[in-house]
């Protein structure tokens, strides 16, 4: 998840974690009838008209690793860097990102240190963030993403368009996005 912040002219992202489904909920089965239909139906066209390289992913890992590892990598300024490879990796290449290996690979792949991010993961340095950015998405109601938020009220939900954000960036002074 994401929090926005505007000023005058441009838009800040501000990244935040939101894990669709932690333990101990049940993973979805990556061929079952849901995902292959939310994919077909949704996910696909949408890639389509947005030009984007997208496939079904084979696995569906937990991904508190991955998040903490995203915030390892926003300790260092490099969270957008490594957000986009954590998103390349899963949606175009189907890598494991609940995988403490393909994790430190990606920071490798950036020039970041992966034993750093190792010790990290290991320690559970992040681990509070993660959950207490989980907590801050139940609180105000937050179940997909991305979700965008104001004023603790969900204004939508699922990708929107760029014409729906600017009229929700218009109408509300500060709108968040989970």
């Known amino acids: 998840m994401a929090e926005l912040a505007k000023s005058e002219n441009n838009l800040t992202i501000c990244w935040r974690a939101f894990e669709l489904r932690p333990e101990p909920l049940p993973l979805l089965d990556p061929q079952g009838e849901y995902l292959t239909s939310a994919w077909r139906d949704h996910v696909y066209p949408l890639a389509e008209k947005m030009n984007m390289p997208l496939k079904k992913p084979s696995i569906q890992p937990r991904s508190r690793l991955a998040h903490e590892a995203a915030k390892w990598a926003g300790s260092h300024d490099r969270l957008a860097e490594y957000n986009l490879a954590l998103f390349r ?17 990606l920071a490798a792949e950036m020039g970041l240190a992966p034993e750093s991010l190792a010790q990290a993961l ?3 340095r992040f681990t509070g963030e993660v959950l207490g950015d989980e907590e801050e998405a139940r609180r105000i109601g937050i179940r997909a993403v991305p979700s965008f938020v104001s004023n603790g009220r969900v204004l939508a939900a699922g990708v ?6 600017r009229e ?11």
């Open 168 to 178: 929700l960036l218009a109408r509300d002074p500060e709108p968040a996005m989970f």
């Open 122 to 124: 290991d320690s559970h």
């Open 160 to 165: 929107q368009t760029t014409d729906r954000l």
């Open 89 to 105: 990796g899963f949606f175009e290449f189907g890598f494991d990102i609940g995988d403490k290996q393909i994790l430190m690979n």
